[in-house]
């Protein structure tokens, strides 16, 4: 088997999915072959009016937070990954995609 390398692009709207994520990524993976960045919070500001017909300064505002990471996977095969991948949480979206390291 070929082993390839990965970059794998996770992000949720809840920071204890990607944790629990990232825990059973090292679990599976070992450690040498994984490392991990952390991304900034991506944070988006709704403000909604109350009573749109009425008041104009009864204002509610909503925030909503993306957290972000990417791990490099080294020297795993595609048949590891895809295992690994069928396990994660609908709450987690993955983008993977082959790397090159120098």
Do not use: G, W
Request: aromatic share 10%; with cysteine.
């Amino acid at each position: 088997m070929r082993t390839v390398d990965f970059e794998i692009r996770a992000s949720s709207q809840k920071s204890i999915y990607l944790r629990d994520f990232f825990k059973d990524l090292r679990s599976t993976f070992e450690e040498k072959k994984v490392r991990v960045v952390t991304l900034p919070i991506e944070e988006v500001l709704i403000t909604v009016n109350k009573a749109p017909s009425m008041n104009k300064k009864a204002r509610e505002q909503f925030v909503v937070k993306k957290y972000r990471k990417v791990i490099f996977l080294r020297s795993v095969t595609l048949e590891e990954l895809e295992h690994f991948l069928r396990t994660v949480s609908e709450s987690v979206a993955v983008r993977v995609q082959q790397c090159i390291f120098k």
